[in-house]
């Protein structure tokens, strides 16, 4: 399995990259999972729904699931902050690659989404992890690198710039167990 990071600030487009390479992973026959960081509040379950009352009743976890999808919601009892190696170890291990979108502190290579238009910061100067920079505007990086600079608007060069360069993101699971 292969995991790579997504990390930039909100509204720098992180989500809609994640969401055109899908396809383009897809297209080159590759099973693809997606690690999300959500706000603390997130919820995808619906009130009254059976599985929301178990949830209230006190379950610590629910596990919904019919021939087409599986659901899994666990319950903390106290605020728990999970590393995206916790999360991906509960990944169906059949996959080809992992896309983590936020945890941008973590030790995980990434690629950096940054947009100048946004006016936020680059990550790329402090940050050792990133391993390429996704961006609209390469001319107005507000400093220059040797990392490779990626279209953001091409997510299929994108998806072949990370499978050509997949022996860098292999996610070693024993590592983080």
């Known amino acids: 399995m292969k995991a790579v990071g997504f990390a930039g600030f909100s509204g720098s487009g992180k989500t809609t990259l994640v969401e055109r390479l899908i396809p383009a992973f897809k297209l080159r026959g590759l099973r693809v999972s997606v690690v999300k960081h959500a706000h603390h509040d ?55 690659w992992v896309l983590v979108e936020g945890f941008k502190s973590s030790d995980l290579l990434k690629v950096e989404v940054w947009r100048a238009d946004a006016g936020k910061p680059a990550r790329y100067p402090e940050d050792d992890f990133i391993a390429a920079i ?4 390469p001319d107005r990086l507000p400093e220059p ?18 499978v050509d360069n997949g022996g860098r993101f292999e996610y070693e699971t024993e590592r983080y167990a």
């Open 134 to 137: 996704a961006t609209d505007t």
């Open 145 to 162: 690198t040797v990392r490779p600079v990626l279209d953001l608007n091409d997510p299929d060069a994108v998806a072949q710039w990370l």
């Open 42 to 96: 997130f919820d995808i379950d619906h009130v009254g729904k059976d599985t929301w009352r178990h949830r209230e009743a006190g379950a610590f976890e629910v596990v919904a699931a019919s021939d087409r999808r599986l659901a899994l919601m666990r319950e903390f009892e106290r605020p728990a902050e999970l590393s995206v190696h916790h999360l991906i170890a509960e990944l169906y291990p059949g996959v080809d």
